[in-house]
């Protein structure tokens, strides 16, 4: 009779014959990239899935991160955020730092996501449109808790996310949608062909319309300011196009790229000119520096929160003040109309309250190399130029939103950036050691 230990172990290697790591960590990544912006839980069970099976890779993973800048960059943004909490002040206790320094760590984990992504285009765009459907959808089942008339009346909403959150997600969606468009145009075959393309434009203009109703409805300045400049720029880019790929579905695209630019104008005139009014008080006291006369209007507060966050940085400018300082020196401000806000809402200024310039420099390098990595793969033809576009236009609008907001420490913050810096980072991280080069992809 064979003994238990015998038994546990013809199991073990009987799981791993049939669950390979191969299989394991690419569904990790579906499930993680379908569940990022529709269900949390989910899309945290994804992210197990794929470091259960990057051990199982262990050897090899080890081998080709070894030499690999952005992981070495990774590596010390986990030494940034590890010695800022040791070294973290007492205006909050250290179970507080301990659990916003682990939000921080997860941030580090963009290599996994880059490991099974591969820097393949086929599965960029497969991992690309499972995260626009979870992000749809999760809309959508928001819906019935929405009151239509008061957004008609001018009310704001993030359809189940922050304003500022949905708006930058949209956009996004819908800047890939557009660039992404030519290609539901391409020729004509048999009739399962036609009839999916048919139903895959159907679907194409519905999301497209959905997208840009968000846009509106959060009544975000940013967002709206963003798509005046970036749409156009689109729509250039598409008329530019003479390859199979864009097709004769270029110009429609264009024009539906450029009239959705204008949109906000005409269907939220008065909105818009309201929602930029507001300020024009706080512009013309920070232009007298006049800083105490500054109103504590929706840009008043950001022009207070970034006076603040210059002087705590100034405080510890090299380590930071600890991984939670932010919301607690916030707090200890006692202005009532601070006291709901977590954040100075500024990435680089935020990141250098809580972890010094140590922080942001390590923060910088990870996008920096992910950019860096992203960009030569298109020189080199590994990567069609719409998706190169998609990717670049998403961490740079995110980018651009760091400016004056903040979602480091959120869940769909995080879960953003290690998806569009893993898939941005695969084109150097995912190539398996020993591997043929990629075939080059198709513009």
């Known amino acids: 009779m064979r003994s238990p230990g015998s038994l546990a172990g013809d199991a073990v290697r009987a799981l791993r014959t049939a669950v390979r790591p191969q299989a394991l960590g690419v569904g990790g990544l579906y499930l993680f990239a379908a569940s990022?912006?529709?269900?949390?839980?989910?899309?945290?069970?994804?992210?197990?899935?794929?470091?259960?099976?990057?051990?199982?890779?262990?050897?090899?993973?080890?081998?080709?991160?070894?030499?690999?800048?952005?992981?070495?960059?990774?590596?010390?943004?986990?030494?940034?955020?590890?010695?800022?909490?040791?070294?973290?002040?007492?205006?909050?206790?250290?179970?507080?730092?301990?659990?916003?320094?682990?939000?921080?760590?997860?941030?580090?984990?963009?290599?996994?996501?880059?490991?099974?992504?591969?820097?393949?285009?086929?599965?960029?765009?497969?991992?690309?449109?499972?995260?626009l459907a979870g992000f749809l959808l999760r809309r959508v089942l928001h819906l019935p808790q929405l009151d239509f008339a008061a957004l008609a009346g001018g009310l704001r909403s993030g359809v189940g996310l922050p304003e500022i959150a949905t708006a930058e997600y949209a956009a996004i969606a819908l800047t890939g949608l557009l660039l992404a468009g030519p290609r539901l145009w391409q020729g004509s075959g048999r009739l399962r062909r036609v009839v999916w393309r048919v139903a895959s434009r159907a679907l194409w203009l519905v999301a497209g319309a959905f997208l840009v109703l968000l846009v509106l409805v959060t009544q975000s300045r940013a967002a709206w300011m963003l798509m005046a400049v970036v749409l156009p720029a689109v729509a250039v880019w598409l008329l530019g196009q003479r390859t199979r790929a864009a097709g004769h579905g270029a110009v429609m695209v264009a024009g539906v790229a450029g009239v959705v630019a204008i949109l906000p104008l005409v269907a939220y005139f008065d909105v818009v000119a309201a929602r930029f009014a507001e300020d024009t008080e706080t512009v013309r006291r920070v232009l007298e520096g006049d800083w105490s006369a500054v109103p504590y209007t929706s840009g008043g507060l950001r022009v207070h929160l970034w006076r603040l966050g210059a002087g705590w940085w100034a405080e510890a400018p090299w380590l930071g003040n600890g991984p939670a300082a932010s919301p607690a020196l916030i707090r200890a401000t006692g202005v009532p109309l601070l006291q709901d806000l977590h954040d100075v809402h500024n990435v680089a200024l935020d990141l250098m309250v809580r972890l010094g310039l140590a922080g942001l420099f390590a923060y910088v390098a990870m996008l920096g190399l992910a950019l860096r990595a992203w960009v030569g793969a298109r020189h080199r033809g590994r990567i069609p130029s719409d998706l190169f576009l998609i990717v670049l236009a998403a961490l740079s609008f995110d980018v651009l939103a760091g400016l004056t907001n903040c979602r480091t420490l959120s869940t769909d913050g995080r879960f953003f950036w290690l998806l569009f810096v893993g898939i941005a980072s695969s084109v150097s991280i995912g190539a398996p050691v020993g591997s043929a080069p990629p075939t080059p992809a198709r513009p």
């Open 36 to 131: 990022a912006w529709l269900s949390p839980a989910a899309a945290r069970v994804g992210l197990v899935l794929m470091i259960l099976a990057a051990l199982g890779e262990g050897r090899v993973l080890v081998r080709h991160l070894r030499g690999e800048p952005l992981a070495w960059a990774a590596g010390f943004w986990v030494l940034a955020v590890l010695v800022s909490f040791s070294l973290a002040g007492p205006m909050a206790s250290r179970a507080t730092h301990g659990e916003a320094a682990v939000v921080f760590l997860w941030l580090s984990a963009f290599p996994i996501v880059a490991w099974w992504v591969r820097g393949d285009p086929q599965r960029i765009w497969a991992v690309l449109a499972l995260a």
